[in-house]
């Protein structure tokens, strides 16, 4: 049973270009998430994903923005990038059913 | 903002029980204490959680206060592979219903050999 997988694992970009991040939820899970975690700090919520749809977002500017496609998979795009935007970005996959999350192995981007 | 706090950190000896503590005293009545771990900078974990009973898994116990103000997450026999963060998390609800995980900076957790 394959887990929560992330491409690419590390990206470096610079400042002002545009960035998308990958996700594919665990096998039989429907809902997609997203966080940024900052070095030191917990994961911070970006946006969920149910049905293809935007289901609730954080106090991320829309610079962020995000898709589901069909197959449940996901991305995360950021544009105009900032110094500021360097972390891990987290994806967690879960059931509509239930709120247990399970995340994958983040992808490390830095803005330089 | 986090509705969790927890100690920054704290040690625990190889074998023995880690027992880590989280206060969450403006917790609701219908939402869930869970508890992750984040093994240096990969993807979290998740260990367990639970709403007003303790609970018990493979990894760990969940003793959770009669009043629901704190909770404490027990490893029984702690490891060096234990060495972590461990994040206590309340499941809040948002406007429309929807569900949210609110994480705050965790304990790190080092287990001494």
Known sequence: ?112 | DAKTTQPPSMDCAEGRAANLPCNHSTISGNEYVYWYRQIHSQGPQYIIHGLKNNETNEMASLIITEDRKSSTLILPHATLRDTAVYYCIVRVYNAGNNRKLIWGLGTSLAVNP
Not at chain 1, 16 to 26: D, F
Not at chain 1, 90 to 101: E, K, R, V
């Open chain 1, 1 to 112: 049973d394959a887990g929560v997988t992330q491409s690419p694992t590390h990206l470096i970009k610079t400042r002002g270009q545009q960035v998308t991040l990958r996700c594919s939820p665990k096998s039989g899970h429907d809902t997609v998430s997203w966080y940024q975690q900052a070095l030191g700090q917990g994961p911070q919520f970006i946006f969920q994903y149910y049905e293809e749809e935007e289901r609730q977002r954080g106090n991320f500017p829309d610079r962020f923005s995000g898709h589901q496609f069909p197959n449940y998979s996901s991305e995360l795009n950021v544009n105009a990038l900032l110094l500021g935007d360097s972390a891990l970005y987290l994806c967690a996959s879960s059931g509509i059913a239930t709120d247990t999350q399970y995340f994958g192995p983040g992808t490390r981007l830095t803005v330089l």
